[in-house]
């Protein structure tokens, strides 16, 4: 038998319809309010920054979404993505654990960012929009929207968190090389970008209000956001259907454990929200796990209540977990995880005990990435790395308690452009960096009271 096996599905199996965790919640998640009056955001509340599509499947009560065949056809250039058996790891581990990764690092992108880009940029085309407005972390995301833009002849602008912008030159002349725009946030273009210090490490929330901020003064501009909204976690839920039918491929009957990393929540959500489904269903009984850095610990050391999904305050206000929308993370390296709050829908699973969460340093997660790099062959998003050293807890957990659980671990992405990030921790130079309380208290001073 082959140290590693791929599941990987037909093009004629893959997911025709993307799954709406909405309707199966016990109890209904609370609605997004309007900034100004708190009242429930209606869809003309939305209508400066989407197309109407997205705003329907935002607040969509249906089951299923059917994924238009112009989208599933860029899709086909690389899903379903591969389902692998991790056997040189778990031999590495000497664990009885059964590990599976679903791996999204095969995209044009290199990332599972690109499930969502694509349709965003699709119904905003079919509207007549010429360019779009994003922010970026790491630059997964932007590299993604210049893909989607250069296919269907868009625009893409796209402001860049400080940090990364100075630390990842390569993610920023990737998204350049297809086509896209990129600025350093904060930037000098925006209202809101002159308010703060031009060196300033910038943040996402701070992104975020620099794009809402062009996108929201020119009707032929649409914003786009990589996360936390329902209809970008809606779009990622093809890699958990996808993940169901590899499993069963396999000849698992389901999954004891599923691992995601857990920023603002679209990767998590993709992978695990199918798996929820099954199991508020009784079809299979497995624990969900969100990972998210120590540095940034929305679910773990947040609070959930109102708060806005960017710096200055332009977004609707959302029921989730929060830092406080000034929060500022420190600029570790997993860029992609450094967001002060989490989805509204992921958070809703939190709070209603469906899903758990843990904090990890960056430290462990790198020792991790770099075991998994040495057996399997793939360099792993620093991301991605945080699920990976979760996964090998439970690995090493099993072999003590003598059990044989089957484990899913979402890889999101790869860390080919992350090598320096590789390079600090080979040569001791990585630092683990906690959020400390008083930290965290400052950060939630001006976090809404409703």
């Keep these: 038998m082959t140290d590693q096996i ?43 920054l989407f197309p109407p599509e997205l705003i329907a499947q935002e607040v969509t009560t249906e089951r299923f979404v059917e994924i238009p065949e112009p989208v599933r056809d860029v899709y086909r250039q690389y899903r379903p993505s591969p389902l692998v058996r991790a056997r040189r790891w778990e031999k590495a581990l000497g664990t009885s654990a059964r590990i599976y990764y679903k791996y999204e690092g095969v995209s044009p992108a290199g990332s599972h960012k690109t499930n969502t880009s694509v349709p965003q940029v699709y119904y905003n085309a079919l509207n007549g929009i010429t360019r779009l407005t994003t922010e970026t972390g790491a630059g997964q995301w932007g590299t993604a929207l210049a893909y989607a833009c250069s296919l269907f002849g868009l625009e893409c602008e796209v402001w860049q968190v400080g940090a990364s912008f100075d630390t990842k030159p390569q993610r920023r002349t990737l998204i350049e090389v297809f086509g896209g725009k990129v600025h350093r946030s904060p930037s000098r273009l925006t209202e809101f970008g002159r308010s703060l210090p031009e060196d300033h490490t910038g943040s996402l929330g701070i992104a975020i209000s620099e794009a809402v901020e062009v996108a929201a003064q020119d009707e032929t501009i649409k914003y786009a956001l990589g996360s936390v909204l329902n209809h970008v976690l809606l779009h990622q839920t093809i890699i958990g259907e996808e993940a169901l039918k590899q499993l069963a491929m396999a000849g698992e009957s389901g999954a004891d454990l599923v691992i995601g990393c857990a920023g603002g929540g679209s990767n998590f959500a993709g992978l695990t929200f199918p798996f929820l489904r099954e199991k508020l269903a009784g079809n299979q009984s497995p624990r969900i796990l969100a990972v998210e850095p120590s540095s940034c610990p929305t679910l773990t050391r947040g609070e959930y209540r109102y708060d806005f999904g960017d710096t200055g305050g332009m977004t609707p206000l959302m029921k989730m977990y929060t830092l406080g929308h000034d929060f500022v993370p420190s600029p570790i390296h997993a860029g992609g995880l450094r967001y002060h709050a989490m989805a509204p829908l992921v958070s809703h699973a939190v709070h209603e005990g469906l899903v758990e969460a843990v904090a990890l340093h960056q430290s462990e997660c790198f020792d991790s990435a770099v075991e998994f790099a040495r057996t399997e062959g793939i360099v792993p998003a620093p991301e991605s790395s945080h699920a990976l050293a979760q996964a090998r807890r439970a690995a090493l957990e099993a072999t003590e308690n003598g059990t044989e659980p089957v484990i899913v671990v979402g890889l999101s992405g790869h860390g080919l452009l992350e090598l320096g990030a590789y390079d600090s921790y080979l040569n001791g130079r990585l630092e683990d960096d906690p959020l400390s309380d008083e930290d965290l208290q400052a950060a939630l001073a001006n976090v809404p009271v409703i």
Aim: net charge negative.
């Design 6 to 48: 791929r599941f990987v599905l037909s093009e004629s199996d893959m997911p025709t319809h993307w799954y709406n965790i909405v309707p199966d919640f016990p109890t209904p998640p609370p609605p997004p309010l309007h900034p100004g009056t708190h009242q429930p955001v209606g869809p003309d509340d939305l209508a400066a």
